[in-house]
């Protein structure tokens, strides 16, 4: 039985979902004012891999991770661009998508944008303020009211008196308490706005997620998923507002996985110490760095360095191994029962992605100690091949992955190869042998391995 770590309960629970059989899973997604890093290439995989095994459970998944394409961030990145927001997020949202298909993330069901949905926030904020919730300031700008709700701080632990301890009241604010957050900013010159009960203007960032995810799952669902940065306030507030205004649980199960870490610091645009996903695609590839995210457990932190990626390399040549000489048959699904229930134990167990890695590298050499004629060697390659599909992984048929390069870099020129190897064996047929050294050698120099078995010469990037 799946168990999750539930952030709100801090304790690991048996998961149930509210209609049997069906799963709401609603992610935090990217605010696109600038390429991915490495911070957002950990959401996405891990809840790739939390939706992977969703699906593989036969539950009936709707994953929704959702988009913020208008903010302050954004906004001051358009006008310094001298560009419509709407130019700057769609140019981002393109490259997100093309960062998410070279990790093999599984596209959502839904992604929705903050800007298709405004009508919703206004009516979620029309609610809030009928129901004593929220008001609007004397600046035009609607606030929530953090003192009306009784269960604030449920999800983060934290306390009305200490939050309220360390605030300080400017003395041209429009708020009634200083703990209360935007649901709604008044129009700005030359910012972008849309109509509303209180005058043209924009929605806060907390109101998104909540009318969003109503929209897509309904106002009760069953897990949400972000990053812990993202826990305070940004999920509290949520909470705030969806409960407030619906009278019931807004997400049963709250995951938050842990931060990417450099020089024991977090990585952030903020910080200026980040590497963006295509920085790290230039030296490595899309698998290589999943398996890197995926060794580490999902809540814990990540230590980014290149001897990790390149540990992660290495790890995944020992999953390709002994693959090579094995040729699946592509009709054929039969997989072991005894590893796929090794592997479900381990992700039951609150996704635990490097237990299910272990077993991966189990059988994989296992799979390298058996006979040739094993009869048993091919239902268990396919067994590997399934497994390491339900991470993402062994994508590529083992043939074709040794010979693409490693480097993140273009790889050799494939036809070339296959005529060298080809003049090659016309010099051994010929007993030619300083020839086919010399040909050797020039492969090699190319960084091409070559392997002669039962007659046979195969070629991989060294």
Known sequence: MLQIYNTLTRKKEHFTPRVPGDVGLYVCGMTVYDLCHLGHARVMVVFDAVYRHLMALDYNVTYVRNITDVDDKIIDRAAQNGETFEQLTE???????????????????????????????????????DKGFAYQGANGDV?????????????????????????????????RDPLDFVLWKSVKPDEPHWDSPWGPGRPGWHIECSAMAADMLGPSFDIHGGGMDLQFPHHENEIAQSEAANN?????????NGFVRIDDEKMSKSLGNFSTIRDVLEHYSGEEVRLFILSSHYRSPLNYSSAQLDSARASLRRLYNPLRDIRLNAES???????VNRFDVAMNDDFNTPEALAQLFDLAAHLNRLPDDAPERAVLAQTLVTLGNRLGLLTVEASAWFQQSQSGVEGPDAAAIE????????????????????IRDELKNMGVVLEDKAGVTTWRVS
């Not at 019931?248 to 938050?256: D, E, G, L, V």
């Not at 699904?333 to 590893?339: C, F, H, I, N, S």
């Open 91 to 129: 140019r981002f949202i393109a490259a997100m998508h093309e960062d998410e298909d070279a990790l093999g993330i599984l596209q959502p069901n839904h992604t929705p944008r903050c800007t298709h949905h405004i009508d919703s926030m206004v009516s979620l904020i029309e609610t809030l303020i």
């Open 333 to 339: 699904t039969e997989t072991d029962a005894d590893w």
């Open 248 to 256: 019931q649980t807004f997400a049963n199960y709250w995951m938050h």
């Open 419 to 438: 005529q060298l190897i080809e003049e090659r064996r016309i010099a051994r047929d010929t007993k030619d042998w300083a020839r086919s050294d010399a």
């Open 143 to 175: 606030y929530y009211i953090v003192s009306q709700f009784d269960d604030y701080g449920k999800l983060s632990g934290k306390k009305l008196e200490d939050l309220r301890a360390g605030e300080r009241v400017a003395v041209d604010s429009y708020k």
